[in-house]
């Protein structure tokens, strides 16, 4: 059997969403394709799902998405292994664009984050629309906190209210906060096993189903706004980067088309994600 280290990092990555492509068994795709790196928000919203049949029906081009934490998603496009990246952390994203592995980041979406938790609330933080004031009631009370862990965007966001909070986590980790180094999904199930309060996008929340006593407890602060962007990866940094077929695919997520058609990503008549191209 093949080693992952013989593959490649580019074509392992591939193998990671498509078993038996080029990469794994040898064989070339006759398609044109493009890679984009993602967030697992956006993957396991099910806004892929929605979003990409439409785009390669109008341009023949097939979508392959590695969902990562956003932190590893830009590494991966810094690695180029990834001809766009979609993610939402805005400082990494400007970060990103000053290295010189992209020349323009676009607004894309936005949705907001959430905090959900147990319906017994011991943290008592249920109708607070101040997100550092509830990070500082759970750490008071210890009651259990998930966080993902994975240098995601949504942990980038959790790890700055907690710093904005005044809650030093060095110090006030024990027990009650665990790191699951995990995706949106698998870190919903863990809190919902454990009954945990947990930041997440609404997006995910929205199409997750094993919530058992969980619900939102804190929205509507403004800290807890969630932009995405799109960028494609510089070919000037790597060559092989598809210039032409990335750069249709973030034109057109920020067309009037690509806009429409996010806007029209719904799970039981909600909305999940929002148009901000432009804004």
Known sequence: MTSIRSIGRRAWLLACVSAGVAAASGVQAQSTFIVVASTTSTEQSGLFKHLLPAFTKQTGI???VVALG??????????GDADVVLVHDLAAEQ???AEGFATRRFDVMYNDFVIVGPKGDPAQVGGLKDTLEALRRIERAQAPFV??????????????HWKEAGVDLERAR??????TGSGMGPALNTASGMNAYLLTDRGTWLSFRNRGELQVLVEGDRRLFNPYGVMLV??????HVK????????????????QRTIAGFRINGEQLFFPGAGT
């Open 62 to 64: 097939e979508v392959r």
């Open 174 to 179: 024990g027990p009650w906060y665990k790191e």
């Open 147 to 160: 966080s993902r862990g994975d240098r995601s965007g949504t942990h980038a966001a959790e790890l700055r």
């Open 243 to 258: 210039r032409e077929a990335g750069q249709r695919f973030v034109d057109w997520l920020i067309s009037a088309e690509g």
């Open 234 to 239: 510089n070919p000037e940094r790597h060559p």
């Open 95 to 97: 970060r990103f664009v």
């Open 70 to 79: 956003t932190g590893q998603a830009l590494d991966a496009a810094r690695r």
